[in-house]
């Protein structure tokens, strides 16, 4: 089992649509990032969390760390917004290094 | 403030060449990571470099593998040997001390 999950693989929503991607892990974090990559690009981090919750624009996170659970959610979607997401933890033992999950495509339809 | 550079951003070896990957990172940022993205997998981890010093290579493949960080430019991944199998996109991120990690653009490496 991943140390980090993420739901679901794949999502295809029409623009507008209120958009939640889910991320769970197993291991004791001292953060959780929100990453985004376009096909054949670089990565954006979006959030890093340790706690509560962010917002940005549109796009908006939340992490309960008693429940090792964040989610991610795109508000008013557009096909802009079609990319990669990935989540990405901070392990409290093993330095800095992020481990991540697999990542969730998105796809907004006009 | 330029963001994290990485170059080259495209590199194409044949098998048993040496490939370096560079990465200058954000000013003021003193902490390196390499991760490496293989084809339709998800981003691994390879090393953690602070200035002159590894400080987690436990991502980094036993052979052929090898990072730097001088103090003086940038820091360096450097796959001697090169195999298909090495072929991926290697991205380098850069923080300060226990903040948000930037990363660059990634250096997509072919190998033939």
């Known amino acids: 089992k991943n140390e980090v999950e993420q739901s679901p693989q794949n999502l295809t929503a029409q623009e507008g649509e209120f958009i939640t991607i889910n991320c769970s892990y197993s291991v004791g974090i001292s953060a959780l990032h929100w990453l985004q990559q376009h096909p054949g690009g670089g990565i954006v981090s979006l959030f890093m969390l340790s706690s509560g919750k962010k917002k940005h624009g549109r796009l908006i996170a939340t992490i309960n760390i008693q429940e090792k659970h964040s989610s991610l959610h795109i508000t008013a979607s557009h096909p802009r917004d079609s990319a990669v997401y990935i989540c990405?933890?901070?392990?409290?033992?093993?330095?800095?290094?992020?481990?991540f999950g697999q990542g969730t495509r998105l796809t907004i339809n006009p | 403030n330029a963001g994290v550079m990485q170059n080259p951003r495209h590199l194409v070896r044949r098998r048993g060449q040496e490939a370096r990957l560079r990465c200058s990172p954000m000013k003021g940022h003193s902490h390196v990571y390499w991760y490496r993205q293989l084809p339709e997998e998800g981003l691994k981890f390879m090393v953690y470099l602070q200035k002159e010093n590894i400080i987690d290579e436990s991502g980094m493949p036993k052979e052929r593998f090898s990072a730097e960080f001088p103090k003086e430019g940038p820091s360096i991944l450097r796959i001697q040997q090169v195999v298909r199998g090495d072929s991926a996109a290697y991205f380098c991120?850069?923080?300060?001390?226990?903040?948000?990690?930037?990363f660059g653009p990634g250096t997509r490496l072919l190998v033939l």
């Open positions: 990405a933890v901070l392990l409290i033992q093993g330095a800095q290094k992020l481990v």
């Open positions: 991120a850069s923080s300060g001390a226990m903040e948000t990690q930037y």
